[in-house]
């Protein structure tokens, strides 16, 4: 079992806000990352140590962490950021990884 | 542009051995650690392996740790992952995937599938 807890979905109208959540215990020392996986593409970095953006995603996607939760925000969703979002940290131990089990976004 | 293609999958009986490897162009990996990242067919993501630039650090999950073994060629530009003791949960795409400066997981390849069946 995952040590990162996700959602197993979330839904909104494009041009709302989706949030998306990933708790962990390790989250208050460890950062977070999200990733996101389009159907039958490899995943996209979209959010790295905890709230940084990569220059090439858009500004709706930002990010926060306090304690054990990170949150993933997606304002104003567009249809085309339907897909799978990951949540990614270190695990208890430090030395290993661990993948959210993922939320599927819907914009509809 | 960097690329990374990753080669070696394929049919492979319970208790086999397969070795995956990995090929990056345009990055040079001396900056990079590199991991390996598996997903089951229509499963989530899951962490296989890590290794250090030096090669000399390699961390394992749980599920593959003294089956699977990790190591890099920095001089060829490549990764590589020994699989042994194959069992049918090992069945996966299985991505390889460098990191970029503090950016975790930000190059992937587009995986390569390994299928565990008798």
């Known amino acids: 079992s995952s040590e990162l807890t996700q959602p197993p979905s979330v839904s909104v109208s494009p041009g709302q806000t989706a949030r998306i959540t990933c708790s962990g215990d390790a989250l208050p020392k460890k950062n977070a990352y999200w990733y996101q996986q389009k159907s039958g593409q490899a995943p996209v970095l979209v959010i790295y140590?905890?709230?940084k953006r990569p220059s090439e995603i858009p500004e709706r996607f930002s990010a926060s962490s306090s304690g054990t939760m990170a949150t993933l925000t997606i304002n104003g969703a567009q249809v085309e950021d339907e897909g799978d979002y990951y949540c990614y940290s270190r695990d208890k131990r430090g030395d290993r990884w661990v993948f959210g089990a993922g939320t599927k976004v819907t914009v509809l | 542009e960097v690329q990374v293609v990753e080669s070696g999958g394929g049919l492979v009986q319970p208790g086999g051995s397969v070795r995956l490897s990995c090929a990056v162009s345009g990055l040079t990996l001396i900056n990079s650690e590199m991991n390996w990242v598996r997903q089951a067919p229509g499963k989530g993501l899951e962490w296989v392996s890590s290794?250090?630039?030096?090669?000399?650090?390699?961390n394992y999950a749980e599920s593959v740790e003294g089956r699977f073994t990790v190591s890099r060629d920095n001089g060829q530009n490549s990764l590589h992952l020994e699989m042994h003791s194959l069992r049918a949960e090992d069945t996966a795409l299985y991505y390889c995937?460098?990191?970029?400066?503090?950016?975790?997981?930000?190059?992937w390849g587009q995986g390569t599938l390994v299928t565990v069946s008798s």
């Open positions: 995937v460098a990191d970029f400066e503090t950016m975790v997981n930000y190059y």
């Open positions: 140590e905890d709230f």
């Open positions: 290794i250090s630039i030096s090669g000399r650090t390699a």
